[in-house]
């Protein structure tokens, strides 16, 4: 009678367990970047979204957990020193996936009252020793390539892979109804190329996606500004981005594609 027992609860604790471990197999796509990544708290306060809140309508959740770390008015650089990269670095694994895309405000001041966030322009091993009055610290500021750099290798360290993603254009189209590819774009694409990284030129695909809808349409997915989109443009964007995804050589993320 006993042993009648004893084997339901064994074979239950042995599916338990493996069902748990399953469970811990399970990817994660961590997501880092700025507000067009993801807005305020990511619930559309302003109307405002960032693409990253939408990537769950085209990757199946129940097969890769997707964490979206973005957060508004951070640089390349900002989202470092604050210690963002420093807690993903904890909790990352081997198998899991870092989808980045910063720029928008990397072009800011090194060392002003307001933000002190820019980075220096280019990939290049410049370096500028600053005192920040934000965070009331000495502080070496570098490139943007010197950032992304440290995180695309940093997550190849621990057996992750990294996907660069050049950023979201603005709505900022010229007399000709052209818009003008993000500088940050080409610094992105570059990086790629030098550490090895997946890129999803999404800066291009937005920029032709755009400029066949042309000015009209394209302005109502800009409620406030001329950089932050509303819902539909998030998804649109985070729609662009999954077909990047489908487009990547031998990545195994495309296999999470709904």
């Not at 000015?215 to 989109?229: A, G, I, Q, R």
């Amino acid at each position: 009678m006993k042993i009648k027992i004893i084997i339901p609860f064994v074979l239950l604790v042995v599916l338990l367990g493996f069902s748990f471990q399953k469970l811990q197999d399970k990817p994660v796509l961590y997501i880092i970047g700025d507000s067009t990544v993801q807005n305020g708290s990511g619930k559309g306060a302003d109307s405002l979204w960032g693409w990253g809140s939408f990537m769950d309508l085209y990757l199946n959740p129940g097969k890769i957990e997707i964490q979206n770390h973005a957060k508004g008015g951070r640089s390349s650089r900002t989202f470092l020193t604050e210690g963002r990269w420093d807690s993903i670095m904890k909790t990352i694994k081997k198998g899991d996936y870092v989808l980045m895309q910063f720029g928008h405000n990397d072009g800011g001041e090194l060392a002003d009252t307001l933000r002190a966030r820019g980075t220096i322009k280019g990939i290049g091993d410049e370096s500028k020793d600053i005192y920040n009055p934000i965070r009331k610290v000495n502080e070496t500021v570098y490139t943007y390539g010197y950032y992304m750099r440290k995180y695309a290798n940093e997550a190849k360290e621990k057996g992750a892979i990294p996907i660069i993603v050049s950023p979201i254009p603005r709505n900022d189209f010229d007399k000709n109804g052209k818009i003008q590819q993000d500088k940050y774009g080409v610094w992105a694409h570059e990086v790629a190329e030098q550490t090895g990284a997946y890129f999803i030129d999404l800066n291009e695909m937005v920029i032709e996606k755009y400029q066949k809808m042309g000015p009209e349409k394209v302005k109502v997915f800009f409620p406030k500004d001329h950089t932050h989109t509303n819902r539909e443009g998030a998804i649109l964007n985070a729609e662009l981005v999954t077909k990047g995804i489908k487009q990547l050589k031998n990545c195994e993320l495309k296999k999470y594609i709904k």
